[in-house]
């Protein structure tokens, strides 16, 4: 599949704004859970981690990560990497997901 | 990408739904007027309400929540989800079977007499698997950390509490071993404290230090604290355990003292507990916390509660005469309350894995805490934590009259509190909001 001019990292993270984290109830961009997200020839990389290890939404937050990339125009190949460091922490979180969640900086 | 459900607890669900219908059972008969205050603490009525309460209400609410809860702190699945399904039927065709047992005796039957120890057995089958399906993938995750080395030190007093249980039922009821196992019917009060302290507790105790700083975004490493907890309270339930029950053989001044000293290690397992409860709550990071976390304050207070009255009740050397009120302050207010509390989120956040889950990434999902309302809880655990404490003050102020008009607001807030449950896991209030959100706002003239 060729790959779309439309494709790049800013369109796959606005995208993934969609995807939220069911107990956080918030998006996971915001939450910080992208630590990196490469987009080259319609291959989407992206490394991620969850707030805590073991998390019970853990397969269902990778699986609406992939489901929703997929779902983008030009997109080939989703490769999806979970790590747990470095460690999730609040900090990473942007000033509006901390002001959702009532978070002092 | 398919969605693994490893992680994913099919039997939980139905277990705290067994679990409730156990409690409300337990409730029904102290209510009629069968159990402990009208009748004594060894009347058949009360025995099976203890029975209920422990296994039908504490033990499966406690599986239910293992089931998934170990697969999260060890990154690992469960031996098998059938497993869990068959320890279920096994407690609850066991439970039945215990309590008919009880009623059987009281009622000079011998042949449903003989279903007490058919129903131990059973119950220790069940508790066997279940031991089985947390153990192994606990056992697998070494080095645990602090949450699982507990949930391990608490499954190994479980099977010491059903192994002793079922010792009392043979002894009970079997005619030739009753010279061999009579002694041990002095033990009824250190097989309680083996259950509702070396094994609630205790996992209870491991399981909230990964729970509390999960929901409310609080440091997880718990340092010195949490290992004294930990080696405090192993080894004091131990030693107080395993010290009474060798007194029962053995007059020995060392076992009193090793008893004493597992009393004086509890106490401060349970003082750095609660001092370390108040920490997780001072430094989260979630200013703002759900009702799950205010609520569950409650069911803190009353350990401390509980303890302080044991404590005071030992000192006094009415530590016979204090254990029912204890044992209805933890049963009740500590084990009871935290369960209740944890379930107004374990609920919400399975039945979310289960209905919306698979639709991450695919469209519109509402969020966990969309499955509830939060206000309307509130009154239901209000009630139900005043009516266990005046519950308890009135046995305590000698006005046992007023235990069962107490155990019936236990009763009304605990139906409130079920009923919220039914309405998260049938997702009552999000459908509702999305019937609000596409409703065409009201004009100024339109009454609404």
Known sequence: MAADNSLDRESVLE????????ELGYNIVDLGLIYELEVEAGVIKITMTMTTP?????????????????????????????????????????PAAKAHLGIED | MAV????????????????????????????????????????????????????????LLMLGALFQFVPVITSRPLVSQSMAFAALIAL?????????????????????AMALPAGGAAVFLGVMIACWNIGVPLLRARPLSLPGRMVLCGLAFLLLTVTLGLSFALALTAPAPERYLAPLLGGVGDHALAGLGGWFTLTAMGVSYKLLPMFMLAPEDRGIAGDAVHILATVGFALAVGAGLARLWSAAEPLAVAEF?????????????????????????????????????????????????AIGSLVAGRLGAGAPVIVFLIVFGWLGGLGLTQLYKIIPFLTWLQR????????????????????????????????VLLGAASVLSGHAAGFRPCVALVTVATFGIAIEYLRAWRAHYAQLRHIEAAAPPLRPNQRG
């Open chain 1, 15 to 22: 995208a993934l704004h969609e995807v939220i984290d069911p």
């Open chain 2, 92 to 112: 609850e065709i066991g439970l039945l079977g215990m309590v008919g047992g009880f009623f059987g005796i009281g009622a000079g039957s011998a042949p449903l």
């Open chain 2, 261 to 309: 000293t597992g009393y004086a290690a509890i106490t401060l397992a349970v003082i750095i507990y609660l001092w370390d409860i108040v920490r997780i709550y001072r430094t989260r990071k979630r200013t703002v916390i759900e009702a799950h976390n205010r609520t569950a304050v409650a069911a803190f207070g009353f350990l401390g509660l509980g303890a302080a009255l």
């Open chain 2, 4 to 59: 693994l459900s490893t992680r994913l607890s099919r039997w939980s669900l139905p277990m705290f739904a067994c679990a409730l219908v156990n409690l409300l059972a337990a409730q029904g008969l102290i209510l009629a007027g069968i159990t402990w205050p009208a009748q004594p603490v060894s009347a058949p009525g009360t025995l099976a309400a203890v029975h209920l309460l422990a296994i039908g209400w504490l033990l």
């Open chain 1, 54 to 94: 073991g998390c019970p939404a853990q397969d269902y937050i990778m699986s609406g990560v992939y489901e929703r990339s997929t779902g983008l125009p030009g997109v080939s190949d989703v490769q999806i990497n979970l790590v747990w460091l470095p460690a999730w922490s609040p900090r990473l979180m942007s």
């Open chain 2, 356 to 387: 919306y889950g698979s639709s991450l990434g695919r469209g519109a999902v509402p969020r966990v805490q969309d499955l509830v309302r939060e206000r309307r809880s509130y009154p239901w655990f209000a009630l139900y934590f005043l009516a």
